[in-house]
């Protein structure tokens, strides 16, 4: 597996090897040994999610507050996505950085967002099934989150904001300032 830094502290791609052969291919989507010096909860993943989103539904931002924060590493399984982080973490270097990066299921690439950050990501394709592990159990009362079209963040989604679904949830979530204080 290749690992591959990106522009947030201790938010990785993850590359995996992919063997390929006549009857189609085969790839370790997690080992512990792999990840072991790069994801410190890599031995603490409890839950997985899936979740299948038509074309331009999106879900988030999203983050669960501590001591709920998960890290979680992410795969679009199915279809293609816009996704995006943010860095909460007062004592990160990359404290407020934030990117957005298009995962197509046919790359097979993987994501390690640390716990800290929010996150997000808008469907490209109808019938778009997204999977990821978390670090720590579903915790509702510690959920909270960022607007998806949060002036100081400007996140280019690639669709214009009209196009874009939303649960009622996300619709009323807070903006960075509110979340920053
Ligand atoms: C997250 C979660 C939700 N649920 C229930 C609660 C709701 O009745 C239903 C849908 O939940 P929600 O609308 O919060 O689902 P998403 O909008 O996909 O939320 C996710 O969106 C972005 C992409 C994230 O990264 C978060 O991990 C996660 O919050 O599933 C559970 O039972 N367990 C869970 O872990």
Redesign the pocket.
């Known amino acids: 597996m290749e690992i591959v830094k990106t522009a947030i502290a201790g938010c990785l791609l993850l590359k995996p090897r992919i063997y390929r052969d006549e009857r189609g291919w085969f790839y370790e989507s997690f080992n512990a040994e792999v990840l072991r010096d790069f994801v410190p909860e890599v031995m603490n993943f409890v ?1 997985d ?1 899936r ?1 299948c989103s038509a074309k331009h539904v999106l ?2 931002l ?1 983050f669960q507050q501590a001591p709920h924060a998960q890290a ?1 590493i992410i795969q679009v399984i199915q279809g293609k996505v816009r996704d995006a982080v943010v860095d909460l973490r007062k004592d990160s270097p990359t404290y407020l950085q934030h990117f957005v990066i298009e995962l197509d299921a046919s790359d097979h690439q993987l994501m390690y967002i640390p716990a800290g950050l929010a ?3 808008l469907s490209l394709e109808d019938e778009t099934v997204f999977q990821y592990k978390c670090s720590a159990f ?1 915790n509702p009362e510690s959920e909270s989150g960022i607007r998806f079209d949060d002036p100081d963040l400007a996140l280019d989604w690639g669709v214009g904001h009209d196009n874009i679904r939303l ?1 009622g ?1 996300d619709r009323d979530l807070p903006s960075l300032k509110e979340v920053i204080g």
Do not use: P, T
């Open positions: 839950q999610n979740s879900r988030g999203h979680k996150h997000g990501f579903y649960s949830k």
